[in-house]
């Protein structure tokens, strides 16, 4: 693909990002117009609060955290070299669940907002911390994921039994709500608490492109080609937990998008994993901002789960995928 | 002028050395030949002296010590095929090659002299004709030109080839150990592996020949590679219908 049809590429992912941002505010149970719909951006009417704090926030919500999870997924396959590899595949995602789940469980969530997405990013960062103290930076990628994998089964069965524990079913539904991947009733400060982290994890990702580039030869050559492997390897793992950790604090457990952004988005930059990350978080956030607007059409009395629907498509597109792939990173 | 220094160096690994106080000195216009039986130490050495594993002892070039330069410094000075040819995701040989010049800029926008070091490598290796083929389609022998034309692209003084001829025909194997040598010729340096004998006595000025980790000989091609070395180091043999088992 030219350079040229790349630019127009990312243009048209921009705009169709923005389009869904605008339909979700459109768009509602409330039965507004689309004309009272606009001109609420600017007023202090009745729907005015219904665009501005309750449909806008929440496909903001679900662009940021499917475009962090598109971004994280594309890293981690750059630096494992393996178009399977995403937060979930490595416990990353497991990881912040846990720790949400713990502030929902202990009861820290009701007395301050921001101790879920705190619990959330600490965690991720342990998980990321435990991966890089296990191997001393130095695991083989198909080590790194069998640990991952560890991680993951580890913090599904202490998830387990935190709401086997459960002292009463108010907050055993809170736990099971949130573990589903939700966007629903997300506000503004919501955001704020977790966009901080988004931005840091993203910024630490581009630093690790360049390098993520020359991992395409393997770790010796990219080495020899001037690569700082240990720098790269560093920047991609805490930038994705970063990144993991905010989107799971705010939109709870969703899979699948770390897998299915980069895989789509690789094409428009001819496969180079390094140059991915802008484009799979484009292509992230159009996913989940268009699944949720999808889900909120749906005519069910209770609203399907934000991370049901992602799992209903992405894990066929993941078999996909895996059936797809001749070489996975030895 | 280059002036390559390697002192005392040891390799080990979990308390078993891999190369044990390995020197020599090396220059411009050298093409070494590293031989030796399977698991001598031969990757291992030029594993140290690319760079890309920690060692003891002192990999010096012009004084300065390898393992103090930034990996893009050390990248413009000496260029490392390894013996893997892995290439993750499918990027064109043209794309592959470019990675030669990371130590130079971006890897995505080439300036017009990275640009022109590319085409010099690709035309070199021979690689025009699939220069914008999927890499992964590749064929063993195409890819082992990309990979050298990668490591021609950084022109640096120094190439270090990991056997760059393994898998490779006869026409292609001798056609890149006659590139190499000629780039030495032309004032490189080249530390070579290879396991075909018969190739190094041929194109290389000297060869090292490594056993268990240490160094046996390091001599011209003829005083290297004698009838004794060939019966005690790699236990085989020539007769006149060519190698065979030295205690048949």
Same mark, same amino acid.
């Given at each position: 693909?030219?350079?040229?049809?790349?630019?127009?590429?990312?243009?048209?992912?921009?705009?169709?990002s923005?389009?869904?941002l605008?339909?979700?505010?459109?768009?509602?149970?409330?039965?507004?117009?689309?004309?009272e719909?606009?001109?609420?951006?600017?007023?202090?009417?009745?729907?005015?609060?219904?665009?501005?704090?309750?449909?806008l926030?929440?496909?903001?919500?679900?662009?940021?955290?499917?475009?962090?999870?598109?971004?994280?997924?594309?890293?981690m396959?750059?630096?494992?070299?393996?178009?399977?590899?995403?937060?979930?595949?490595?416990?990353?995602s497991?990881?912040?669940?846990l720790?949400?789940?713990?502030?929902?469980?202990?009861?820290?969530?009701?007395?301050?907002?921001w101790?879920?997405?705190?619990?959330?990013?600490?965690?991720?960062?342990?998980?990321?911390?435990?991966?890089?103290?296990?191997?001393?930076?130095?695991?083989s990628?198909?080590?790194?994921?069998l640990?991952?994998?560890?991680?993951?089964?580890?913090s599904?069965?202490?998830?387990?039994?935190?709401?086997?524990?459960?002292?009463?079913?108010?907050?055993l539904?809170?736990?099971?709500?949130?573990l589903?991947?939700?966007?629903?009733?997300r506000?503004?400060?919501?955001?704020?608490?977790?966009?901080?982290?988004?931005?840091?994890?993203?910024?630490?990702?581009?630093?690790?492109?360049?390098?993520?580039?020359?991992?395409s030869?393997?770790?010796?050559?990219?080495?020899?080609?001037?690569?700082?492997?240990?720098?790269?390897?560093?920047?991609?793992i805490?930038?994705?937990?970063?990144?993991?950790?905010?989107?799971?604090?705010?939109?709870?457990?969703?899979?699948?998008?770390?897998?299915?952004?980069?895989?789509?988005?690789?094409?428009f930059?001819?496969?180079?994993?390094?140059?991915?990350i802008?484009?799979?978080?484009?292509?992230?956030?159009?996913?989940?901002?268009?699944?949720?607007l999808?889900?909120?059409?749906l005519?069910?009395?209770?609203?399907?789960?934000?991370g049901?629907?992602?799992?209903?498509i992405?894990?066929?597109?993941?078999?996909?995928?895996?059936?797809r792939t001749?070489r996975?990173?030895? | 002028?280059?002036?390559?220094?390697?002192?005392?160096l040891?390799?080990?690994?979990?308390?078993?050395?891999?190369?044990?106080?390995?020197?020599?000195?090396?220059?411009?216009?050298?093409?070494?030949?590293?031989?030796?039986?399977n698991?001598a130490?031969?990757s291992?050495?030029?594993?140290?002296?690319?760079?890309?594993?920690?060692?003891?002892?002192?990999?010096?070039?012009?004084?300065?010590?390898?393992?103090?330069?930034?990996?893009?410094e050390?990248?413009?000075?000496?260029?490392y095929?390894?013996?893997?040819?892995?290439?993750?995701?499918?990027?064109t040989? *043209?794309?592959?090659?470019? &990675?030669?010049?990371?130590?130079y800029? /971006?890897p995505h926008? $080439?300036?017009?002299?990275? !640009? +022109? @070091?590319?085409?010099a490598?690709?035309?070199?290796a021979?690689?025009?004709?699939?220069?914008?083929?999927?890499a992964?389609?590749?064929?063993g022998?195409?890819?082992?030109?990309?990979?050298?034309?990668?490591?021609?692209?950084?022109?640096?003084?120094?190439?270090?080839?990991? *056997?760059p001829?393994?898998? &490779?025909d006869?026409?292609?194997?001798? /056609?890149?150990?006659d $590139?190499?040598n000629r780039? !030495? +010729? @032309?004032?490189?340096?080249?530390?070579?592996?290879?396991?075909?004998?018969?190739?190094?006595?041929?194109?290389c000025?000297?060869?090292?020949?490594?056993?268990?980790?240490?160094?046996?000989?390091?001599?011209?091609?003829?005083?290297?590679l004698?009838?004794?070395?060939?019966? *005690?180091?790699?236990?085989?043999?020539?007769?006149?219908r060519?190698?065979?088992?030295a205690d048949?």
């Amino acid at each position: 693909m030219s350079d040229s049809n790349r630019t127009a590429a990312g243009w048209l992912l921009a705009v169709v990002s923005f389009s869904v941002l605008i339909a979700a505010c459109l768009i509602g149970p409330a039965g507004l117009s689309a004309g009272e719909a606009l001109s609420g951006f600017f007023s202090d009417s009745a729907s005015g609060v219904i665009v501005r704090e309750i449909r806008l926030p929440r496909a903001l919500a679900a662009w940021l955290a499917g475009a962090t999870l598109g971004a994280s997924g594309a890293a981690m396959q750059g630096l494992l070299r393996n178009p399977l590899a995403d937060p979930g595949v490595l416990g990353v995602s497991a990881m912040a669940a846990l720790g949400a789940v713990a502030a929902i469980y202990f009861n820290l969530s009701a007395q301050a907002p921001w101790a879920t997405p705190l619990a959330a990013i600490l965690f991720a960062l342990a998980a990321t911390f435990i991966l890089q103290t296990l191997g001393a930076g130095r695991l083989s990628p198909a080590r790194l994921i069998l640990v991952g994998v560890g991680l993951s089964s580890f913090s599904g069965a202490l998830i387990a039994l935190v709401m086997n524990l459960a002292p009463n079913p108010f907050i055993l539904s809170d736990l099971v709500n949130w573990l589903f991947g939700a966007v629903a009733n997300r506000s503004f400060n919501d955001i704020m608490l977790v966009a901080p982290f988004m931005a840091a994890g993203l910024v630490a990702a581009l630093f690790a492109a360049p390098g993520l580039t020359a991992l395409s030869l393997g770790e010796e050559a990219a080495a020899s080609i001037g690569a700082d492997i240990e720098k790269t390897r560093a920047l991609a793992i805490v930038g994705a937990a970063l990144m993991t950790g905010a989107s799971v604090a705010l939109a709870g457990a969703i899979g699948f998008v770390g897998i299915v952004a980069p895989h789509l988005a690789r094409p428009f930059v001819s496969q180079d994993p390094g140059r991915a990350i802008i484009p799979a978080a484009l292509v992230g956030g159009v996913i989940l901002s268009a699944a949720d607007l999808f889900i909120r059409l749906l005519p069910f009395d209770q609203e399907l789960k934000l991370g049901v629907a992602a799992a209903l498509i992405g894990a066929p597109a993941f078999i996909w995928v895996a059936a797809r792939t001749q070489r996975i990173a030895r | 002028m280059i002036d390559f220094s390697v002192k005392n160096l040891t390799v080990e690994r979990k308390g078993a050395a891999l190369l044990r106080n390995f020197n020599f000195t090396a220059g411009a216009g050298e093409f070494i030949g590293v031989v030796g039986p399977n698991g001598a130490g031969k990757s291992t050495l030029l594993r140290a002296l690319a760079g890309v594993i920690s060692s003891d002892g002192a990999v010096t070039l012009g004084g300065a010590p390898v393992n103090l330069m930034t990996p893009r410094e050390r990248a413009r000075k000496i260029a490392y095929l390894p013996q893997s040819r892995e290439i993750h995701w499918a990027m064109t040989a *043209e794309a592959v090659v470019s &990675l030669g010049r990371f130590a130079y800029g /971006a890897p995505h926008r $080439l300036a017009a002299v990275d !640009a +022109a @070091a590319v085409e010099a490598a690709l035309a070199a290796a021979d690689c025009g004709s699939f220069r914008d083929r999927d890499a992964s389609t590749l064929s063993g022998g195409e890819l082992a030109r990309i990979h050298l034309a990668r490591a021609l692209a950084a022109e640096t003084p120094i190439i270090i080839a990991d *056997e760059p001829t393994a898998a &490779l025909d006869l026409k292609h194997a001798i /056609a890149i150990v006659d $590139l190499l040598n000629r780039k !030495a +010729a @032309a004032g490189g340096l080249a530390i070579v592996a290879l396991h075909d004998l018969d190739l190094a006595r041929r194109f290389c000025t000297r060869i090292i020949v490594l056993n268990a980790g240490e160094l046996v000989a390091d001599a011209a091609p003829e005083a290297a590679l004698t009838d004794q070395v060939a019966r *005690e180091v790699f236990e085989v043999a020539r007769d006149a219908r060519g190698w065979r088992l030295a205690d048949q």
